[in-house]
């Protein structure tokens, strides 16, 4: 690369470490296995904005169970396949709240679990 482009930019490394060691803290692995229990399109809670949605997902055996995943950060990797999906908790009563009411306005007989 010329000089008349600006610098040539660093080079770079990427870390292949994974494994559960590089979950982010305050984040949850839903496995690919439990997943498969749940039906295959989620329902979107947008909370606190209309662009930040948590992820709710209905039980395929019992139509009133809910999971709570929360907000989507990225997928977990093994050996190059996903194993699972990694979710931000909810964590505060407030934004339990918020899924539950909206849980409610879908199906009146709904129960949430919040984790996994």
Do not use: N
């Amino acid at each position: 690369m010329s000089r008349t482009y600006g610098p040539r930019p660093p080079k770079r490394s990427f870390s292949v470490s994974g494994g559960l060691g590089s979950i982010p803290a305050g984040a949850q692995l839903v496995p690919t296995a439990l997943k498969a229990q749940y039906e295959i399109i989620p329902f979107h809670v947008y909370h606190p904005t209309p662009h930040d949605a948590i992820t709710v997902l209905r039980s395929k055996k019992s139509p009133h169970e809910w999971l709570v995943c929360g907000w989507y950060i990225d997928t977990y990797r093994e050996g190059g396949k996903v194993k699972g999906l990694l979710y931000r908790r909810v964590a505060s009563e407030e934004d339990r709240a918020v899924v539950l009411a909206e849980l409610k306005k879908q199906d009146k007989e709904a129960s949430a679990r919040f984790e996994p």
